[in-house]
């Protein structure tokens, strides 16, 4: 194996990179955004507040992320009054449809790991905010979503390396993100061993950035449980 063809091309394929950064960052945070709204209406007891949350999970969890994103590239295109409309600027950009996409499904995933989260929190904390008179809202503001947070951290850890690894989907519209740079640069090189090689060398450091950050807000998050004793009195 020769690899100096990686050397070479190394810095192309950290300019594949950062276009697979800037595709991961952003679904996570927007796709964070949209999950919210739609786990705290999956908690609701109510049928019919519940019901569309539940279909757009279940859609997006039980599809290929592979379809979604030809759906949204391919499919937005096939209608007029989307190329006729102001969105069209966005859509046509595979780049934003890969974005969409995105975040689409790791909405999906990411509003049910929240919704786990706010259903394993203890009865009797829930019961404590009603006995000291807060409001619904007060509640999840002060103490059902900072716990929420607290319990989502190693899930929702694992739910962005997911993300990362799926990034490498953008490359079948035509994105050069670092899977779509090394399939360039191996058609030039025939060097497939070597170029794969180093892109998933890339992407296994960005995955070990990932894990530390995580245990890192996730100790500090949840730092105070391991100092919770209970002290027996000396029975002498």
Do not use: H
């Amino acid at each position: 194996m020769d690899f100096s063809v990686v050397i070479e091309y190394f810095p192309r394929l950290l300019s594949g990179t950062w276009i697979t950064l800037q595709l991961v960052v952003l679904s996570v945070v927007l796709g964070g955004i949209v999950a919210l709204p739609i786990a705290l209406a999956r908690v609701s007891k109510n049928r019919w507040i519940n019901s569309l949350p539940f279909a757009y999970i279940f859609f997006f969890r039980g599809t290929p992320l592979l379809v979604q994103i030809f759906l949204v590239y391919y499919g937005a295109s096939q209608f007029e009054v989307v190329r006729e409309s102001m969105f069209w600027p966005i859509l046509r950009e595979p780049y934003w449809c890969a974005v969409i996409a995105f975040t689409l499904n790791t909405s999906a995933y990411t509003a049910e790991i929240f919704r786990g989260a706010i259903q394993a929190i203890p009865r009797g904390e829930v019961e404590a905010c009603m006995v000291v008179g807060m409001t619904k809202a007060q509640m999840y503001r002060r103490i059902l979503l900072p716990r929420a947070f607290g319990i989502v951290l190693p899930a929702y850890g694992n739910e962005i390396i997911l993300m990362l690894k799926g990034s490498a989907l953008a490359s079948t519209i035509t994105l050069l993100d670092l899977t779509g740079m090394a399939r360039t640069i191996i058609a030039r090189t025939y060097t497939p061993i070597e170029i794969f090689l180093a892109a998933g060398a890339i992407y296994l450091a960005i995955s070990i950035v990932v894990i530390y950050l995580f245990k890192l807000i996730e100790q500090r998050q949840n730092r105070y449980l391991g100092t919770l004793s209970i002290k027996v009195p000396d029975k002498g």
